[in-house]
């Protein structure tokens, strides 16, 4: 199995219609031992089922906009396993209003939230776990297509995941000297919750399915797959990418 006893922290399990949970799946069927990691409270309820039944060691609240919890985060898991195999970061936010209308219209606020929370959080991440990665660990996060195109009612967003892909190559050095791996999936619409913010998301997945190369959304199965990919030792030579799983969307032109 590709991940035979090695350790995976996942952070953005939501629901099982979430990309963190197809990843998270995936990974626990190749043998990999599981930690999630939650925002809130609230959310707790739902996510102690889920973890059962994937058979996750522990879960711990982490709130990526606090210093101080990302390093209790850091220190609880350190305790518990001492070290870590795999770090998947899939975690966005940007306020409703700000995935909307036009983004010249995009406040002060709304701004700095979406890039402390879709972006920062991963350098955050990354500095206080790095310390627990073992050599030839992977780290992964999400990104998509609207980080390089502008795609309508994305704005905000689209703004804070060119800043993640950035960030992803910028770590992919400093992580490197430790032999420690960085990529971003560029993953094609899902019906997520995150997605339902988004205005004319049924339009974006009736595009893709007309217009692919493949002719079909992707499952998040298939982002399972990649992470999978991303997360075993068969991509040791791989680090500073955005690869796309979007059945080939992102090459067609007009």
Same mark, same amino acid.
């Given at each position: 199995m590709l991940m035979q006893d090695k350790k995976a922290v996942v952070f953005g399990v939501v629901n099982e219609r979430s990309i963190a949970y197809g990843i998270a799946k995936s990974l626990c069927e190749q043998g990999a031992?599981?930690?999630?990691g939650y925002a809130a409270e609230p959310i707790r309820k739902r996510?102690?089922?889920?973890?059962?039944?994937l058979g996750a060691d522990f879960i711990f609240q982490c709130n990526v906009s606090s210093d101080a919890e990302i390093a209790a985060a850091a220190g609880g898991v350190r305790e518990q396993w001492g070290s870590v195999d795999c770090l998947v970061h899939s975690i966005a936010y940007?306020?409703?209003?700000?995935?909307?209308?036009?983004?010249i219209d995009t406040s002060r606020e709304g701004f700095r939230v979406a890039l402390?929370?879709?972006?920062?959080?991963?350098?955050?991440l990354c500095r206080a776990? !790095?310390?627990?990665?073992?050599?030839?660990?992977?780290?992964?996060?999400? =990104?998509?297509?609207?980080? &390089? $195109?502008?795609?309508?009612?994305?704005?905000?967003?689209g703004v804070a995941k060119s800043a993640l892909e950035a960030s992803v190559r910028y770590l992919a050095v400093d992580l490197g000297k430790r032999g420690v791996r960085i990529n971003a999936i560029s993953a094609g619409p899902v019906k997520t919750m995150a997605a339902s913010a988004i205005t004319g998301f049924r339009t974006i997945? !009736?595009?893709i399915e007309n217009r692919s190369p493949l002719?079909?959304?992707? =499952?998040?199965?298939?982002? &399972? $797959?990649?992470?999978?990919y991303l997360a075993s030792d068969l991509s040791s030579g791989t680090t500073g990418e955005v690869i796309f799983v979007d059945s080939g969307y992102n090459i067609m032109g007009v």
């Open positions: 031992k599981l930690a999630l996510i102690e089922p889920i973890a059962a039944a940007a306020n409703r209003e700000d995935l909307t209308g036009r983004f402390d929370v879709s972006a920062y959080s991963l350098v955050a776990f !790095e310390p627990l990665l073992s050599p030839g660990a992977s780290v992964m996060t999400l =990104s998509y297509y609207g980080a &390089g $195109r502008v795609v309508a009612n994305y704005n905000a967003m997945l !009736e595009t002719g079909r959304n992707i =499952s998040l199965e298939d982002i &399972g $797959r990649c992470a999978l």
